[in-house]
């Protein structure tokens, strides 16, 4: 297992700063996050996406404008590699003014633009289907991108929506962030089968990337996503991750072991290592931008919000 | 015309109208139709927006919220009523929700058609009144078809308020005719007013009691209020209203303002009733002048029995009515 990561390190391609840089923004964000609920300067719950935040930062570059996208409780990244607006969303979780949504949604509801989030497992999954219906007869070549987890498999609207996806050739991507835990189940504990198979079930077209080189998504993610586009038929992309921080906050029950193995399938050292000049030029950015971030977002006066 | 040939009509035309709406629903397309034959018809004529479904109710829901959220107007058949049950968090978690959940008010033109209640011997499963369930959801509006509200009417109410809507349909409504020009039958008049149907017995009396049923109570009503007016001397009138959540009693508060009797009657089961939800509006305004509590008449604390003889013990009838007005 770590011989396979080492050589995933080497083989790293040279990453473009944009990409390394949003990666960086969203990892700091995160952590800002994790280091406001220790304070006790924020409210309610959260879930980070540590260790995942290329994934978004990968599959965002080959979306349009008018592209959906839909995204569910571990949505940060997916929110920034879409939209860069920090304060807007760190408004949202502190329910300061300037919220994306005044406050109301918080960290798993984000309606913005193209964007959504809901809290609810695999609840977005049919309501893509729908918007990608009418992308398709509205604006043909644009598609509906659905976040889910592995964990998300077990819910009864992920078959319906994939059946009626491929039934009615609708331009749906599902993008797969496999982390391998399910809150604090492991895969092998809640999945029977394998993605792949229940993808091919339904005659929907499936593609497993283990690599965590932002690039080489991306670049194995390309054909995928164009066929989405100009077959109008869905897709399945399932992407090996590795959640390196806790389900929410201070939740992790994993082994050292496990929590390990985690950690050393995370990208960031992997980048911190293979490109170090680079790598602690951004950093050191983004560490700073982030806290400017939460400076001012921390000094604005509550949200309002008008009740219907 | 059948209230069934009606909706159908509403529905042609309203996809004749507007381009963006779409229909939904298992085994809707023609030559079948739908289990009820409403959407007979539509599927021919408008092709590609009248879509026959997996059997997937949470999943068609959730495609209808979809197609709603994007710029479309969509409608979801619920085959029987029974089966909303299976898109219960499509509608509570997100179509209702994300009217207002992020912060801003999201459209969701979404209207989910549920043929409703028993009478035909359906059993347990296939002839629920259930109502009662959705009430009380934010940003989600109830409406149930009557045989008195002009059903082009109904469906333009319900878009234009763009909150999702769950829509009852009594099933032996679907056989009944549909009431037009103030005449229901040799004894009693009706006009609407406001969202709801008054229906009268001609003549200037007012009345002993007023009768307050969503539109699929209708028939019974009717007889009870029959009976109780040739033998025991007892007028009756009777307030349907087309959206039973939020319901909003304003227009009929001057006719139930000085009457002694209310007596709310509805097909869901006994306990946490539509009823028990009008009455708690209505009392606070009407305690000094009724004579005692509003009568709350509704379906047995039971499952609804198969059997004909059964299932009758079980749901309302025009007698069970009739006895709550006398009593």
Redesign the interface.
């Known amino acids: 297992m770590i011989g396979a990561i080492v050589e995933r390190v080497r083989a790293l391609t040279p990453v473009a700063d944009a990409d390394l840089e949003r990666m960086l923004r969203i990892r700091h964000f995160e952590r800002a996050l994790l280091r406001l609920f220790e304070r006790g300067q924020l409210n309610g719950t959260t879930h980070t996406c540590l260790g995942q935040e290329h994934v978004p930062v990968a599959v965002s570059g080959l979306l349009d404008p008018d592209d959906?996208v839909f995204s569910n409780h571990r949505g940060h990244g997916h929110f920034l590699a879409r939209h860069d607006e920090p304060h807007a969303l760190l408004a949202e979780i502190m329910g300061r003014q300037g919220?994306?949504?005044?406050?109301?949604?918080g960290s798993q509801?984000?309606?913005h633009g193209r964007f959504?989030s809901?809290?609810?497992q695999g609840?977005?999954?049919?309501?893509?289907?729908?918007?990608?219906?009418?992308?398709k007869r509205?604006t043909p070549g644009r598609l509906?991108c659905a976040y889910v987890g592995d964990g998300t498999w077990g819910e009864?609207?992920v078959y319906?929506?994939l059946?009626?996806a491929q039934?009615?050739r609708a331009p749906l991507l599902v993008v797969v962030e496999h982390n391998g835990i399910a809150q604090s189940t492991p895969t092998g504990a809640q999945m029977s089968g394998s993605i792949a198979g229940r993808a091919a079930a339904f005659g929907v077209r499936h593609h497993r990337i283990d690599s965590v080189d932002v690039n080489v998504i991306r670049h194995e993610l390309a054909p995928l996503v164009a066929a989405v586009r100009s077959e109008s038929r869905p897709a399945v992309a399932e992407i090996r991750v590795h959640r390196a921080g806790p389900h929410s906050k201070g939740d992790d029950t994993r082994t050292p072991e496990e929590l390990r193995e985690a950690a050393e399938g995370d990208w960031l050292p992997a980048y911190a290592d293979s490109f170090p000049e680079q790598f602690a030029r951004l950093d050191e950015e983004q560490r700073a931008f982030i806290g400017r971030v939460v400076d001012d977002v921390l000094i604005r006066p509550a949200?309002d919000?008008e009740?219907? | 015309m059948r209230v069934a040939e009606h909706l159908n009509e509403a529905l042609h035309a309203l996809l004749d109208a507007d381009p963006s709406v779409h229909v939904l629903g298992e085994d809707i397309a023609d030559p079948y139709g739908g289990a009820f034959k409403i959407t007979k018809g539509l599927s021919s004529k408008h092709g590609s927006r009248v879509?026959s479904?997996?059997l997937?109710e949470?999943?068609?829901?959730?495609?209808?919220?979809?197609?709603?959220?994007?710029?479309?107007r969509?409608i979801v058949e619920i085959m029987f009523g029974d089966f909303a049950a299976l898109a219960f968090?499509?509608l509570l978690?997100?179509a209702s929700?994300?009217?207002?959940?992020?912060?801003?008010?999201?459209p969701i033109p979404l209207v989910v058609r549920c043929p409703t209640g028993g009478r035909r011997g359906y059993g347990p499963t296939h002839s629920q009144s259930l109502q009662k369930h959705f009430i009380g959801i934010p940003g989600l509006d109830l409406y149930e078809l009557s045989p008195f509200h002009d059903a082009h009417a109904l469906l333009a109410t319900m878009f234009a308020r763009q909150n999702p809507c769950v829509l009852f349909e009594d099933k032996v409504l679907y056989t009944r005719r549909v009431c037009r020009e103030g005449v229901v039958d040799d004894l009693f008049r009706f006009e609407l007013t406001g969202g709801w149907a008054r229906v009268y017995a001609d003549g200037d009396v007012p009345p002993d009691c007023v009768i307050i049923a969503p539109g699929g109570l209708t028939d019974r009503c009717l007889e009870a209020m029959r009976d109780l007016l040739m033998e025991d001397e007892i007028t009756c009138e009777l307030l349907v209203p087309e959206r039973l959540y939020p319901l909003d009693p304003a227009p009929v508060m001057p006719i139930l303002r000085g009457v002694r009797t209310v007596c709310v009657a509805e097909d869901g089961s006994a306990g946490g009733t539509w009823g028990a939800e009008v009455a708690r509006l209505l009392h606070p305004e009407l305690w000094a002048s009724l004579s005692g509590p509003i009568r709350l008449v509704s379906a047995a604390d039971s499952i609804i029995p198969t059997a004909a003889h059964l299932e009758r013990e079980v749901l309302v009838q025009a007698d069970t009515i009739r006895k709550a007005v006398l009593a």
């Open positions: 959906y919220a994306v949504c005044n406050g109301v949604g509801h984000v309606y959504l809901t809290g609810v609840e977005s999954l049919p309501v893509a289907v729908g918007v990608a219906l009418r992308l509205v509906a009864g609207s319906e929506a059946n009626m039934l009615w949200s919000w009740r219907p | 879509i479904t997996p997937s949470g999943g068609i829901v959730g495609v209808g919220a979809g197609l709603a959220l994007a710029g479309d969509a968090d499509q978690n997100f929700k994300s009217t207002t959940m992020y912060g801003r008010r999201v």
